[in-house]
Nanobody, 120 residues
Framework: QVQFVESGGGLVQPGGSLRLSCAAS????????MGWYRQAPGKQRDLVAV???????NYADSVKGRFTISRDNGENTVYLQMNNLNPDDTAVYYC??????????????WGQGTQVTVSS
């Protein structure tokens, strides 16, 4: 069993900041990659940022320079610091992890999602 607890979403004005957190728990052996995806109404789910076990990162072009992903391996937690938000950032943000559970093969897991709304 693997669970995610996401927090930090909400409503913010353009130019504001939010920090998302996602804590993974359960029967986890090792987490290889953690990241954030987002999905606006009527659109597909897109990559925002990922961070690997060793600390290397990748970002969507639309968020480079504004968002920063970080990871606490000891707590199995991933963060997304979002600065200078604009209305195009409005979406449901989903935590994602590629991990090896205690029982079974490595697989991909998703959180339930947290709403981020950027509006004046």
């Amino acid at each position: 069993q693997v669970q995610f607890v996401e927090s930090g979403g909400g409503l913010v004005q353009p130019g504001g900041s939010l920090r998302l957190s996602c804590a993974a728990s359960g029967s986890i052996f090792s987490i290889y990659v953690m990241g954030w995806y987002r999905q606006a109404p009527g659109k597909q789910r897109d990559l925002v940022a990922v961070i690997r076990r060793g600390g290397s990162t990748n970002y969507a072009d639309s968020v480079k320079g504004r968002f920063t992903i970080s990871r606490d391996n000891g707590e199995n937690t991933v963060y997304l610091q979002m600065n200078n938000l604009n209305p195009d950032d409005t979406a449901v943000y989903y935590c994602n992890a590629q991990l090896k559970p205690l029982i079974g093969p490595p697989s991909n897991y998703w959180g339930q999602g947290t709403q981020v709304t950027v509006s004046s």
